[in-house]
């Protein structure tokens, strides 16, 4: 069971209040994977504030920094993911690209409150308080508590092949990975 975020490593995402939500978590299966590239000139320095975050709350066997993947590999994880986690302070649409990924993937999707935020829409958007670790574990915990691992294997089974045909070609090829 993980949570995922993909975002590149810019400071009004915000990845400190989900660092800081995962030291609630006793589970030690609980597991947070970051997806997003690191660049040395433009965001490293905020990137080396969260992995000495990470390390002072001794959660690096719980959260991964996986770096930047391919397109497939990291919508595959999002998929097979518990939820997809957008604690952002300021995104230009809501969301970001990452909750219209999860969106298109009928993923639980937790969103900072942020107003932009609200315009997103989906049965499975839960909203948290902006910089409230938490709140944000809270939610966090409740989706960890009631969301079957076999959620996306289901999912998958129960796809017949036209619907397969009309998700699009990204989501197609995750699909062929995991059934």
């Known amino acids: 069971k993980?949570?995922?975020?993909?975002?590149?490593?810019?400071?009004?995402?915000?990845?400190?209040?989900?660092v800081n939500a995962m030291k609630f978590f006793k589970d030690e299966n609980c597991e947070l994977l970051i997806t997003g590239n690191v660049d040395l000139k433009k965001n490293y320095k905020y990137f080396?504030?969260?992995?000495?975050?990470?390390?002072?709350?001794?959660?690096?066997?719980?959260?991964?920094?996986?770096?930047?993947?391919e397109k497939t590999k990291q919508l595959s994880l999002m998929f097979n993911s518990l939820c997809v986690i957008q604690p952002s302070l300021f995104e230009g649409g809501p969301g970001g690209f990452s909750a219209y990924e999860a969106i298109s993937l009928d993923k639980y999707l937790l969103l900072s409150d942020i107003e932009v935020n609200k315009e997103a829409k989906s049965k499975k958007i839960v909203f948290f308080k902006k910089k409230n670790a938490k709140d944000l574990f809270g939610k966090m915990n409740k989706i960890y508590k009631?969301?079957?691992?076999?959620?996306?294997?289901?999912?998958?089974?129960?796809?017949s092949k036209q619907n397969k045909q009309k998700l699009g070609f990204q989501i197609f090829q995750i699909l062929k990975l995991v059934s």
């Open 48 to 69: 080396t504030e969260i992995n000495n975050l990470v390390n002072r709350l001794n959660l690096s066997k719980k959260i991964k920094f996986l770096g930047n993947l």
């Open 2 to 18: 993980y949570f995922i975020i993909s975002n590149q490593f810019w400071s009004h995402k915000n990845f400190e209040t989900v």
């Open 146 to 159: 009631t969301t079957p691992k076999e959620s996306s294997l289901n999912f998958i089974k129960n796809i």
